[in-house]
């Protein structure tokens, strides 16, 4: 069955601190692997996507994200938290094209001054 | 400008009652989707539909229905809202191309009682 987990129900870190936050997946044939970023009482913006080619992929606001194949593994990371990152991240995973994309349970990020 | 327009924003209903929350995009995007979002269970898929006129059910579809009459509208009925269908529902699409992300809209939060 196809299914996203994201470990890391809540994290905090200090502002300034980096930031690496989980996703691993499920999923039978070749992932295409994005995350989501929700700020409160918003919608859902695209961070980044993976589709194929350089497993490191970058994104806005200074976002990066590494696919392995070998761990089933779609990890965010930012070098340099801001306090704006206080978010939640969602992590989703599904085939090309118009299919539907299933997505983990999010991670709630809270950024300490 | 270009997107998902979800009405309304936020919806308190009575047990019992009808109540269809709408969903218009300006992208042309065949494929179109309903999630709810509930805490510690991220976004479930609620129904889908990859072109107008055709609908599929997803992975939380009991208790609403959804229509497909041309491209660009997506209603979700809840035909007699219960408790448990307090949530926020976000409408997304997602366009053809195969390597295309979901777009969502700002979500509407409805609260049954």
């Known amino acids: 069955a196809q299914s996203v987990t994201q470990p890391d129900i809540h994290i905090t870190v200090s502002e300034g601190a980096s930031l690496e936050l989980r996703c691993n997946y499920s999923y039978g044939a070749t992932p295409y692997l994005f995350w989501y970023v929700q700020s409160p009482g918003q919608g859902l913006q695209l961070l980044l996507k993976y589709f194929s080619g350089d497993t490191l992929v970058q994104g806005i606001k200074g976002f990066e994200a590494e696919f392995k194949r070998s761990q089933s593994s779609f990890n965010l990371r930012k070098p340099s938290v801001h306090w704006s990152d206080a978010a939640e991240y969602f992590c989703?995973?599904?085939?090309?094209?118009?299919?539907?994309?299933?997505f983990g349970a999010g991670t709630r990020l809270a950024v300490h001054p | 400008i270009a997107g998902i327009t979800q009405a309304p924003t936020s919806q308190i209903l009575a047990a019992g009652r009808r109540m269809t929350l709408r969903c218009t995009q300006d992208m042309r995007h065949n494929a179109m989707y309903w999630y709810r979002q509930d805490l510690g269970l991220g976004l479930r898929l609620i129904h889908y539909?990859?072109?107008?006129?055709?609908?599929g059910k997803g992975e939380v579809p009991d208790g609403y229905s959804v229509s497909r009459a041309n491209t660009d509208d997506f209603p979700l009925t809840l035909a007699s809202a219960v408790p448990s269908q307090t949530s926020v529902y976000f409408c997304?699409?997602?366009?053809?191309?195969?390597?295309?992300?979901?777009?969502f809209g700002q979500g509407t939060r409805l609260t049954v009682v």
């Open positions: 989703a995973v599904g085939p090309g094209g118009y299919n539907k994309l299933i």
């Open positions: 997304a699409s997602r366009g053809d191309g195969l390597n295309t992300e979901a777009f």
């Open positions: 539909s990859n072109t107008a006129g055709t609908t």
